[in-house]
């Protein structure tokens, strides 16, 4: 398919751009106004550069409201960069005839494979370890750090969408026995072939040596890992979140782990990303960061793979010209105009 445009030079506003060879096929056809530095626009610039633009894409970092749709008289659609798009107003845009659309997979198997890093890192103590070798205490083989393997543990996965099935595969080689908890339970038959088997929910909070979250957010599943969750964990359980911060309460997991109920904490989101929330935090909780032996905090490198990074925004310029060519979107998620 052509990438040719039928519009004369509209206008495309990439908030921030990770990679500048994706927009190449844009700059072809579009003025393209593409942040390039690390730091994300404010909201206040956004804002200005949406009020004459035809198309935008957004990333992490922005919060499409109701009230920048508004200001946008001409926009035809907000392309994210994401899997998800909780960060989106989707109908505010469906209400104005503006396409949403969303590059559902390419996200899904680096983040799965960091999920098995954060395991292991936090079981095996990885971190606290090489803080060890580095401090200069370090003699040679003693009996410290010992900690949890994923071979012969239970691991439950709180969600089998796109990221949960894909860990599940990857966690077949590591003769781990996998439960999983979704509203929506597989057959037998798919079950059988991941190698999996569904429990209820207090089950998997009861048996699971590892706990990872694999929930997108919504409504539904905003804050249901909190304290009553926590405290119905088996004693000790490691608790893995690749999905989304605000699935997680953070002041109920510092508490947990202080209490010694929770064994530990992996996190590679935080609920101070999710921008839609009106109350989002500022930071990550002081009591948190500061439980460096008990937790691994990363800077959300689920999908920071060069090669997949560049696919997801060589897919979101994909979506802008399949509208500005008056086309479906092909990952739209809504009916669009």
Known sequence: MSDAVSLQGPKVVVTHALHREPYERLARHCRVDMNCDPEPWDPATVRDKLVDADAVIAFMTDRVDGDLVASSRKLRIVAGALKGADNIDVSA??????????????LTVPTAEFAIGLMIGLGRNILPGDRYVRSGAFNGWRPHYYGTGIQGSVVGLLGLGAIGRALAERLRGFDARIVYYDRNPLTSAEEGSLGIESASLERLLRQSDFLVV???????????????TLDACKPGALLINPARGSVVVEADV?????????????????EMEDWAREDRPAGIPRELLRMDDRTLLTPHLGSAVHAARRAIEEEAVSNVLDALRGEVPRGAINAGP
């Open 214 to 228: 694999c929930l997108p957010l919504t409504h539904a599943t905003s804050r249901m890992v909190n304290r009553e």
């Open 254 to 270: 510092a508490d947990s782990l202080r209490t010694g109920q929770l064994g530990g904490y992996a996190a590679d989101v935080f």
């Open 93 to 106: 845009c469906s209400k104005r005839g503006i396409w949403v659309s969303v590059v559902p997979d390419l």
